[in-house]
């Protein structure tokens, strides 16, 4: 089973539910967190545990052989990404702008652009117990996040065999990373706050999720401050209400520390047993 | 006339809030550009009108002509998104994971293999409760190319700007330190980082300062929530210091931010005590540091 947990708008939560339901979780049974926001990974400041392994990850883009190039300037035509740019007497790649198709290098007729490995991120795995986290990190500059997201999965995917629950914790927003973060995923969580922000992009995120025809429910996080239309919303839509998390400056406090919210407030550890038995009954864990 | 970009690193630190509340302020004298395209809120402050619409098309996925396609398999060999799927000996593309590249096209011998270009989204130019104007737009859903329309979003802000002579462009940014993030930096003079004093807050706030560095842009901070952990507030005052960033203001943890918003008002129409006060005083010094 893999779970992945998104949200449309930034700051919700997405972190918090992840690394509070690993955690819980995994007090029974194995867990893999894999913290899919690799724009910025944070649930590495709530679930330490001894580092495995750090691997760094690379995208192919091609590299410029001056002796071989006959400045036809074939590979600038084929790349749609305007990554490849030929001038008067050079061709010109940037990197960050490669998508990694292979088509310019592929079809040079002299072979002067073969592919070579570029460093755009990493990913570290950690233990603590029954959890097993693991992080994927961009490095600062590169614009594309989806490769890394997939190396991540692909990470998960190769070291751990495919019967152990799954959580992902995904970027925010709409659009390509939060696509790659939840495409392969069986069930996807939302969490909001109930405000008009919150909801507004709550309702984006869902349209998301039907057009991939994932299962999907939805948590509150923050519930007590602005008002009860998300969860009037999710009556009228019939999406499932897995949970309301309180709203407690204390929470917030023992958030910035890096504090794992079930490990030192019982009533928001309330609230997360009863999302996990929540997600019993819809089917979505043993 | 200025751009003055605002972002975070990370989501939920009060960002579109706060620049609503600017945008108030700044009235006729800026033009608004939303350039969280794929979670804009903005417009529910600010409540444009729409009133100019445009399709935005950015951004190609491949189609297979079937009574073109000879059958070769060359598309599926080539591809390197696995995009191209072939069951019973019919290709077709999976839209999802096509990228858009055109190397399946460029190979194909017999040419049955289109590249459409793809509408991903519209765009606005609207006016907005103080009659300035704002340029926003909505990326469809799960788009790419998200960095494309920021730059589309910007560049209509900026000839509208342009046009008027009007003094400041402000601008809402994205979280995260990837495309739309680095496509709202291009052509910046001025960033504004608004963050929390929580140890993902200062984190993510270290990692957009790198980037913002790589552009050479002169950047200031607002701590938002300061009082939820003043150590870190003090850590992240330090590292202004120590990288030249100005300190703009704090504000406390508040929930009249929430309320505000709750009845689609920014905290400048809400509130007459201390929040407004910290955003006047937080305005009139980013006009003097962008000055």
Redesign the interface.
Known sequence: MKISIAS?????GK?TLATNLAYLLSQKSSVILADLDV??P?SG?FIKGKEIQEKKVFKMIPEWDKEKCILCGNCQR?C??NAVIKLWEEVLVFN?LC?????CS??CPQNALPMKSYEVGKITEFEQNNLHFVEGK?N??????VPLIKETIDFTNHNYSSDILRIFDA?????????EAT?DADYIILITEP???GL??MK?AV??MR??KKDFGVVINRYG???DDAIKYCEDEKIPLLGKIPNM?KA??A????ELLSEVLPEIRNAFESIIENLRTWDVLL | MKEIVVISGKGGTGKTSITAAFAMLAGTRAVIADCDVDAADMHLLLQPDFAHSEDFYSGFKAEINQELCTKCGKCKQVCRFDAVHEIDNLYSIINLDCEGCGYCAEICPVKAIQMVEQNVGKWYISKIKNNAQMVHARLGIGADNSGKLVAKVKKEAKNIAQEASKDFILVDGSPGIGCPVVSSLSGADYVIIVTEPTLPGFHDMQRVFELIQNFHLSAGCIINKYDVNEAISEKIKSFCKKNSIDIISYFPYDETFTQAMTQGKTIVEFDDGNLKKILVDSWKKIKLLTD
Not at chain 1, 255 to 258: E, Q, S, V
């Open positions: 449309g708008k930034g700051g919700t972190t724009e910025e944070n400041f084929v749609k990404f960050q998508h990694s198709c292979y088509a592929e079809l961009l600062v500059g590169e614009e594309q996040a970027p925010p927003g709409t659009s390509c990373p939060v696509i495409k405000t008009p922000f507004h992009d984006l349209e998301v057009e991939l401050i602005g008002n400056k917030a406090e958030y910035a520390k890096g």
